[in-house]
């Protein structure tokens, strides 16, 4: 049984709604809640099963409704100070959480049979969760609270999740009064004579203690006495921590259990039979607590670290596990979260050659935050075990170099599809060649040319076809010079405009060429507009906002050859204003984002760009973009346009205007956990064009419409508000292949809205 005064997921007012009981019930994942008045007193308690039962009696179903009107105000119920297997007899089907009550009825407490996670001050730990980094600084203060402060402050700045420290009281702790050394060992000598000279009173701790939070870091503690345990009970940090010198201390351990204190215990120095006696302490105390490897020596012997027995300890405590670290180096502790730790602990100091044997073997600020770097890094690769997906990148890869099911020859509307009439070839457009068999045999309901990709259509009497659509603002479909002319005519459908999206080989077109590509024949009642090339040869990505002269300059180059372009294209179509320019303006970097306050120099070096370059004719716009843009299959880093307020501050600055990629912005306003509702309510109104398509997460770009995280009701609401002229395509990837199969399914689907 586990009792943890963390009451805040399990608690509601009675006077709040059943539908924010419901929501906290979800996010608890235990099933139930409960209420308590404006004083804390517990009224009631209110279940999935009481929910049920409110909802079909008679008269009832307002989600409005005070929980407290459908609660169960008879629940069970114990005091905070009863015997634990008292409270464990509470337990039974149905009844999995019981709230512990103090002396005045105040809710103080909840009890569980067992925990997968737990919980301490902000951080959740356990599976699914971020690992808990902790710097130790134990002693390396030296004894100066001044040292103390600073190594905090370096902490939080490294990326620490949390400080810990270490309390002791010469007098209850040591045999000699005052810790003396007369008659020890010289080991227990040198260890007595270190602690005496940087041990920090409690006064100068507790003023530790609230430097950390004024700085908004938690601050973990090691009690090593009874007299330390109190001053930490008494001033509420969020966790205790159990030193290895202390994992066979019983009566320190029930102390500690009984203030109901998260505990992180370290398991060095014991035995596996003297873990589980430990561990059956703490689970008749009712404890909450995480038991961690360690390996004592210091330096610790890459031999003797066993990272494995993580796993053990697992099974033997039924708990979150973790690692504390002595060993030299920092990638031990990345391959212990990659082993499954929920809970690494090292060292921190400033100089490992400060006196005493923990200064050895911590870490330095900077590599503690690349420690942090990289365990985050592997939390992210872990992944999940659920059905292995195709990435966005992997995506793009398979469409470039997987194979796909080709027709050899010619084939007609009603013809069966014959083992001869197909072949496997690159690349990977089409439906994938496990599908061979499954094809053979199908009756097609459509007419191919020989080299055609067959689809997934082809296995379906489906057939995609455009149509005729309704839309209060134009719309557009995203094309190339070659397939432009193929897309209408199979479509029968009605554009107001066409988007070309170049590759770099398009740029190189003669006005010849385009013409051949266009069938000699002007697009009669439609406008455009022009997107700059993702890439160009030699791996060439516009960059607007670089320092480097030659990048700059071939940018700007290229950016003026696609507004040439732009101008050229007039003579097809029946432009009444000036078409628009899509450009990404660059400020990529491959391995990390830049930090924020580089950010302005490298949006002025865009403007100094486009200073140069001759806009006259054309509408040039940056796109929005997202964090993590994919080019080609491989993943970069976008540092401008991305962020929201600086996207806004560029386009205010500089008179400039965008094309607002819902999706970009999206997976922008996800990573910056900001509401997209509000990139929609400052960007719309500063953009001359829309990309319209679905995201999902950070780098989901390119879903199909209603199949990623977008709300498309509410956006299309923001969007009339705020942009109602501005026009959109459909940018879904591979949107095009099937005879834009992917562009008709989304207009279906925007019809409604838009």
């Excluded at 700059?532 to 940018?555: K, T």
């Excluded at 307020?645 to 819902?662: A, H, I, K, P, S």
Aim: hydrophobic residues 40%; charged residues 25%.
């Amino acid at each position: 049984m586990i009792i943890n005064r963390q009451t805040t997921p399990f608690t509601v007012f009675g006077e709040d709604t059943v539908l924010a009981a419901l929501t906290k019930i979800t996010d608890n994942k235990s099933g139930i809640v409960f209420c308590v008045d404006e004083h804390g007193m517990l009224t009631g308690s209110f279940s999935d099963g009481d929910f049920r039962r409110w909802i079909t009696s008679e008269g009832a179903g307002d989600m409005t409704t005070p929980v407290q009107a459908a609660a169960n105000k008879d629940c069970i119920r114990a005091n905070l100070g009863a015997d634990v297997a008292a409270i464990s007899g509470l337990f039974r089907p149905g009844v999995e959480v019981i709230p512990l009550v103090d002396e005045r009825g105040h809710l103080a407490a909840v009890a569980t049979e067992g925990a997968a996670e737990m919980t301490i001050g902000r951080h959740t730990i356990g599976e699914g969760h971020p690992s808990l980094l902790i710097a130790e600084i134990g002693n390396n203060h030296q004894g100066d609270v001044k040292l103390a402060k600073h190594l905090v402050d370096l902490a939080r700045e490294a990326g620490a999740d949390a400080v810990k420290f270490q309390l002791r009281d010469m007098d209850a702790l040591y045999r000699q009064a005052g810790g003396a050394t007369a008659g020890e060992d010289l080991g227990a000598q040198y260890t007595l004579n270190l602690l005496a000279k940087f041990s920090l009173s409690p006064e100068q701790m507790i003023d530790v203690f609230d430097h950390c939070k004024a700085v908004d870091i938690d601050a973990f503690c090691t009690p090593w006495d009874l007299p330390s345990l109190k001053v930490l009970a008494d001033y509420g940090v969020p966790a205790l921590k159990i030193a290895s010198a202390d994992m066979t201390n019983h009566s320190l351990l029930r102390a500690c259990a009984a203030e109901h204190l998260p505990m992180l215990v370290s398991t060095g120095m014991s035995t596996e039979d003297e873990i589980l006696g430990s561990v059956d302490v703490l689970r008749r105390a009712g404890a909450q607590f995480a038991l961690l490897q360690c390996q004592s020596t210091y330096p610790a012997p890459f031999k003797d670290v066993n990272l494995r027995y993580m796993d053990r300890l697992a099974v033997l405590g039924n708990c979150p596990v973790g690692y504390s670290g002595h060993e030299r180096g920092y990638h031990v502790p990345i391959a212990a979260v990659a082993r499954g730790a929920h809970i690494i602990e090292k060292h921190f100091t400033i100089d490992k050659t400060l006196e005493g044997n923990d200064h050895q073997v911590s870490l330095l600020p900077e590599e503690f935050a690349e420690m942090v770097v990289r365990i985050r890094e592997v939390e992210l690769a872990l992944g999940t075990d659920k059905a292995r997906a195709v990435s966005t990148g992997e995506m793009m890869n398979r469409a470039n170099l997987a194979k796909s099911l080709v027709s050899t020859r010619a084939l007609h509307n009603g013809e069966v599809i014959t083992r001869d009439a197909v072949a496997v070839k690159s690349p990977g457009r089409g439906l994938q060649p496990n599908h061979l068999d499954e094809l053979v045999g199908r009756t097609m309901r459509r007419d191919i040319d020989a080299g055609d990709f067959f689809y997934d259509t082809d296995l379906t009497d489906a057939v995609a076809q455009g149509r005729n659509y309704t839309f209060r603002r134009p719309w557009g479909l995203p094309v190339r010079y070659h397939d432009a002319r193929k897309l209408l005519s199979h479509s029968e459908t009605n554009p107001n405009f066409l988007e070309f999206h170049l590759s770099y080989k398009d740029v190189e077109m003669t006005a010849e060429q385009i013409a051949e590509a266009f069938e000699h024949r002007k697009f009669d009642g439609m406008t455009y507009t022009v997107h700059c090339p993702d890439l160009y040869a030699g791996d060439f990505i516009i960059n607007l906002a670089s320092p480097d002269e030659d990048i700059w300059e071939r940018s700007i180059v290229e950016v003026q050859k696609v507004i040439q372009i732009a101008r050229d294209l007039d003579t097809w179509f029946d432009a009444d204003e000036p078409p628009v320019v899509i450009c990404t303006m660059g400020g990529f970097t491959k391995d990390a984002f830049v930090a924020p306050e580089e950010r302005p120099a490298m949006y002025a070096r865009i403007a100094q760009a486009l200073e140069r370059i001759d806009e006259d004719g054309v509408r040039l716009t940056s796109q929005t973009l997202p964090p993590y843009p994919w080019l080609m299959g491989g993943q970069q880093h976008h540092n401008l346009f991305m962020g929201l307020d600086d996207t806004v501050e560029f386009c205010q600055q500089y008179g400039r205007r965008l094309t607002f990629d819902l999706s970009h912005s999206k997976l922008a306003a996800n990573f910056n956990k900001i509401p997209f509702s509000e990139y929609v309510a400052k960007l719309a109104p500063l953009s001359d064009h829309l990309h319209i398509v679905d995201a999902e997460g950070v780098d989901g770009e390119g879903p199909q419409i209603g199949e990623g995280e977008i709300d498309w009701p509410m956006t299309a609401k923001q969007l009339d508000e705020l942009a109602p002229e501005v026009t959109f395509i459909p940018e879904i990837w591979q949107g095009h292949v099937n005879n834009g199969e992917g562009f008709w399914t989304a207009l279906e689907r925007l019809e409604q809205w838009f």
